[in-house]
């Protein structure tokens, strides 16, 4: 009985049901010790320059535990892709779609995304790349994140925004701007110092502590220019 329930939860997560290559006994934690090594070594060369002897050596495992666990170097890109994006992008969706006012949701927005990319910079230039080469990669982590389809996401985000957008026009304390626009203005004001980092500190003369204070006036500046441009 114990065997026809470890052969089905291995096949339930895609991995042969075989037991781990010879050798020492995996530790409880090897899949997740494997899992931040890729994240770290992708993130680093991307996918394409990624190598699965590299993030062997950086997780302190064989190469048989690797291909134990992921079964392909396209199963484990895909596998950190998602944790990557999970990270970086359901906070956002969940304020935008939340009945917080409209200029709550700018500040907040600009504050998360702006601390968590200053905790891992390269990941802008990681997503933009894994994206172009792999579009389907979007489909599945919004799936992943929110247990929906992106056509059951996005329109609900996009008709609190319009509202909200228009209710502001009227006002008289915006311009008109459609929501397409303002989610793109929003998001890659937040994004584009990052992914084009090495860029702006050779541009600005600015070290890793001047960047860091560049973000910091950012975070501060940004949501009223978003606001009343």
Same mark, same amino acid.
């Given at each position: 009985?114990?065997?026809? *329930?470890?052969?089905?939860?291995?096949?339930?997560?895609?991995?042969?049901?075989?037991?781990?290559?010879?050798?020492?006994?995996?530790?409880? +934690?090897?899949?997740?010790?494997?899992?931040?090594?890729?994240?770290?070594?992708?993130?680093?060369?991307? /996918?394409?320059?990624?190598?699965?002897?590299? =993030?062997?050596?950086?997780?302190?495992?064989?190469?048989?535990?690797? $291909?134990?666990?992921?079964?392909?170097?396209?199963?484990?890109?895909?596998?950190?892709?998602?944790?990557?994006?999970? *990270?970086?992008?359901?906070?956002?969706?969940?304020?935008?779609?939340?009945?917080?006012?409209?200029? +709550? %949701?700018? +500040?907040?927005?600009?504050?998360?995304?702006?601390?968590?990319?200053?905790? #891992?910079?390269?990941?802008?230039?990681?997503?933009? #790349?894994? =994206?172009?080469?792999?579009?389907?990669?979007?489909?599945? !982590?919004? %799936?992943?994140? #929110?247990?929906?389809?992106?056509?059951?996401?996005?329109?609900?985000?996009?008709?609190? &925004? +319009?509202?909200?957008? %228009? /209710? *502001?026009?009227?006002?008289? &304390?915006?311009?008109?701007? #459609? @929501?397409?626009?303002?989610? @793109?203005?929003?998001?890659?004001?937040?994004?584009?110092? !990052?992914?084009?980092?090495?860029?702006?500190?050779?541009?600005?003369?600015?070290?890793?502590?001047?960047?860091?204070?560049?973000?910091?006036? *950012?975070?501060?500046?940004?949501?009223?220019?978003?606001? $009343?441009?």
């Amino acid at each position: 009985m114990a065997n026809m *329930r470890t052969r089905k939860l291995a096949k339930q997560r895609g991995r042969p049901a075989s037991p781990p290559p010879a050798g020492p006994e995996p530790e409880p +934690d090897t899949e997740s010790r494997i899992l931040d090594a890729a994240r770290r070594v992708f993130v680093r060369r991307g /996918t394409a320059g990624a190598r699965m002897q590299e =993030i062997a050596a950086e997780a302190g495992v064989n190469q048989a535990l690797l $291909h134990y666990y992921f079964r392909s170097k396209a199963r484990l890109a895909e596998a950190v892709f998602r944790g990557v994006a999970v *990270r970086l992008f359901p906070p956002v969706l969940e304020v935008l779609a939340s009945d917080a006012e409209i200029e +709550d %949701k700018v +500040d907040r927005v600009v504050a998360i995304e702006l601390e968590l990319l200053s905790r #891992s910079p390269f990941v802008p230039a990681y997503v933009i #790349s894994e =994206i172009n080469q792999h579009p389907e990669r979007v489909l599945q !982590f919004v %799936k992943a994140m #929110s247990g929906v389809e992106i056509d059951g996401v996005v329109p609900r985000v996009k008709q609190i &925004l +319009d509202r909200q957008l %228009k /209710t *502001r026009e009227r006002a008289g &304390l915006m311009r008109r701007i #459609s @929501v397409d626009q303002f989610m @793109v203005n929003l998001l890659s004001l937040c994004l584009f110092p !990052f992914a084009a980092r090495p860029m702006l500190m050779a541009a600005l003369q600015l070290d890793e502590r001047g960047f860091g204070r560049f973000i910091e006036q *950012r975070r501060r500046e940004l949501p009223a220019f978003i606001l $009343h441009a």
